[in-house]
Structures are given as structure tokens and as C-alpha cells.
């Protein structure tokens, strides 16, 4: 599956987690999950200085946060993952799976062998390496 996540894709985004979800109605994600993951990926991108043109290969996952420490069993919950093509984000992978109490859910960033250089590049950036 690789769905480009624009505003005219929105149907068939909301058709793959209604197919993931079956029938459970908590603990569940939603279209609108995948749109906000892509954006805030978008921005992690941005903080680290890469250029819109060189994002091409990245991907993002998200999972939510798991249960308190308190709970014994592993929580069934929607997760997802995203990737970056040349024109913008694709919904590439929705799941149903079991995470476990202290779990610590949010956004992973999947970056290239080329990204890294340019992230490595930029945290170096003004810095003289002693020997």
C-alpha cells in the first residue's frame, strides 16, 4: 500500500484504518493521525536543516504511548508508518499491535544515509574538533 496523504486521498487513508481497526473502537488511530504525523515529521525535517529537495527517503512511525506500569497485559492500539517521496507523504503501513505498560509512544524519525550527513554536517557547523 502507498497512499499520497493529500486532502482528495482522504477516503481511501480513512478506509485502510477503518480496515486495520476492525471492530475495536479503543485505542484506535484515525486518518487524521497520519496527516498530523506527516506534518510534524515535515518539521522535524526542517529543525535539522534538511532541504525540502534532499527529504526524499525518510520515514516516520508512530505509536501511541502504552499503558500505565500499573496494567499487566499488553494494550492492542493502531500504529503507522509514513515516508517522504519527492512531492510530499505517503501512508505506507497501518497495524493493529500489542504494546506493552511503559511504552513511550510518538513520532520516530527514519532518516537516509545522505540526511544524516547533512544533519552531522549542520550539528558540526562552526565547531573546531580538537585532536
Given at each position: ?16 484504518f477503518t ?81 506493552r505498560a ?18 552531522t554536517k ?10
Amino acid at each position: 500500500m502507498k497512499i499520497k496523504l493529500t486532502d482528495t486521498n482522504r477516503e481511501k487513508v480513512e478506509t485502510v484504518f477503518t480496515e486495520a481497526n476492525g471492530k475495536a473502537r479503543a485505542n484506535t488511530l484515525r486518518a487524521f493521525a497520519a496527516y498530523e504525523v506527516a506534518k510534524e515529521a515535515e518539521q522535524m525535517l526542517e529543525a535539522r536543516g534538511i532541504p525540502k529537495g534532499k527529504r526524499k527517503g525518510a520515514a516516520a512511525f508512530y505509536s501511541p504511548s502504552g499503558p500505565a506500569r500499573a496494567y499487566e497485559y499488553a494494550m492492542t492500539t493502531t500504529c503507522l508508518r509514513i515516508e517522504r517521496g519527492a512531492e510530499g507523504w505517503h501512508l505506507v503501513d497501518v497495524t493493529r499491535v500489542g504494546i506493552r505498560a511503559g511504552h513511550s509512544g510518538g513520532t520516530r524519525l527514519i532518516v537516509t544515509k545522505p540526511q544524516v550527513e547533512i544533519i552531522t554536517k549542520r550539528a558540526l557547523e562552526g565547531l573546531i574538533i580538537a585532536a
